[in-house]
């Protein structure tokens, strides 16, 4: 069984830089992937990043790339999500997720990971 732990997010301003954490225990059979996702009031939850743990290889969403970095520190057994030059549409509650799926194309589906965090909400004023 995973238990991921989040850090607390908080209310920024646009253009400020807020990191996200994500304590993983447990099952690292079952952690292959680590993947991060948001969701809005009235929207469906959507994929930010994901990375693979044994070798650090990444993959960003489109809206993302070049403002956030998905990173992990393997002593720590952490994820990190490194976000730069918020806009008030990055604002959500962000949820962390394991999977024990392969590195493959499915990565940014939702229903392929299978454990989640608490998630922690995100507040950018614009």
């Known amino acids: 069984q995973v238990q991921l732990v989040e850090s607390e997010g908080g209310l920024v301003q646009a253009g400020d830089s807020l990191r996200l954490s994500c304590a993983a225990s447990?099952?690292?059979?079952?952690?292959?992937?680590m993947g991060w996702f948001r969701q809005a009031p009235g929207k469906e939850r959507e994929f930010v990043a994901a990375i693979r743990w044994n070798d650090g290889s990444t993959v960003h969403t489109d809206s993302v790339k070049g403002r956030f970095t998905i990173s992990r520190d393997n002593a720590k057994n952490t994820v990190y999500l490194q976000m730069n030059s918020l806009k008030h549409e990055d604002t959500a509650v962000y949820y962390c997720?394991?999977?024990?799926?392969?590195?493959?194309?499915?990565?940014?589906?939702?229903?392929?990971?299978?454990?989640w965090g608490q998630g922690t909400q995100v507040t950018v004023s614009s």
């Open positions: 997720a394991a999977s024990g799926e392969t590195w493959g194309p499915w990565i940014e589906s939702k229903r392929k990971y299978e454990y």
């Open positions: 447990g099952g690292s059979f079952s952690r292959n992937v």
